[in-house]
């Protein structure tokens, strides 16, 4: 019998979860079908539970459901647990299993896909919210020289510095404070990318042959990227890579088949114009 997965959001329809698994499936010949499905804001824990009790094997789970996918978990992952967050869910007989991929994605796309390796760099990420939480361990764990957290309410970076003070040592601040340091990794993970509102980012901030990276998907030029092009910035990346490969992580963990990530993300770039 086809297996059955889906995405769970609200909004879902433009989605593009139900294309790449559909294409990792036909490329890895896995008997599986994947849907997104509109989940009314009250309605996650029972979205989840009708799904399942008709068989479905697997969830992803989107905006703004990732903290409640979390707390409906049974064994969620070390990860989901520092993030407070899960973007995945594996249904296995009683269990529900909760990880979270968003941040091993984001590391995979940087280094496997953009040439970006992390050791020894100075790694800039802005915002302090969801978006942060589920990035800070996979990067840390790949031992940068420096990892900071800038936040426009700076108090938010503190805690979250607070909070992982057990598995990484963070730089946290608000943007003033980034005055006279530079980075060589810059990831914008505020919602800005969506609003096109600018960062207050201070001159000097990237360092030469820095990369940008804006983690929202499709969305062209951000007012980031844009600042950053013209800081003199030459290496600009959306987060097209990074859905690809959390998508790839999530096809692992539940079929056991890691497909290849270079023509999908091929498939769905968009030009940064
Ligand atoms: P997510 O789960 O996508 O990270 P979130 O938890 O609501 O979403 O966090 C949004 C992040 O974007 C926060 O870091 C927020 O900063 P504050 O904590 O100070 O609110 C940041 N953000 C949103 N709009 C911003 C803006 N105009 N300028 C700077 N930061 C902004």
New binding site residues.
């Given amino acids: 019998m086809t297996d059955r997965y889906a995405v769970l959001g609200h909004p879902i329809g433009h989605s593009k979860s139900p294309l790449i698994h559909s294409l990792f499936a036909q490329a890895t010949a896995q008997d599986m079908g994947y849907t997104a499905i509109e989940t009314p804001l009250d309605g996650f824990a029972d979205t989840v539970t009708g799904f399942r009790a008709g068989g479905g094997r697997g969830l992803n789970v989107s905006?703004p459901f990732?903290l409640q996918a979390f707390e409906i978990a049974t064994h969620p992952s070390e990860r989901a647990r520092l993030a407070g967050a899960a973007n995945c869910l594996k249904f296995e007989g009683e269990r529900i299993l909760a990880d979270n991929f968003d941040g091993v994605g984001l590391v995979n796309d940087l280094q496997r896909n953009l040439g970006c390796l992390l050791k020894d760099k100075r790694v800039l990420l802005?915002?302090?919210?969801?978006?942060?939480?589920g990035a800070l361990l996979p990067i840390a764990s790949e031992q940068p020289a420096l990892l900071a957290v800038a936040?426009?309410?700076a108090d938010?970076a503190h805690a979250l510095g607070r909070d992982f003070a057990a598995h990484a040592m963070l730089q946290t601040s608000g943007y003033a404070e980034l005055a006279g340091h530079a980075f060589d990794v810059v990831i914008n993970?505020?919602?800005?990318g969506l609003?096109h509102?600018p960062?207050?980012l201070p001159a000097g901030l990237f360092a030469p042959g820095a990369l940008a990276y804006d983690m929202v998907y499709g969305k062209g030029l951000t007012a980031f990227l844009q600042q950053a092009q013209a800081a003199g910035v030459t290496r600009v990346a959306d987060g097209v890579g990074m859905l690809v490969e959390q998508a790839a992580e999530a096809f692992l963990w539940w079929r056991g088949v890691r497909p290849d990530t270079r023509p999908v993300v091929d498939r769905l770039t968009v030009p940064l114009v």
């Fill in positions: 905006l990732k802005l915002g302090a919210g969801g978006a942060t939480r936040n426009r309410t938010k993970a505020t919602s800005t609003t509102e960062l207050p």
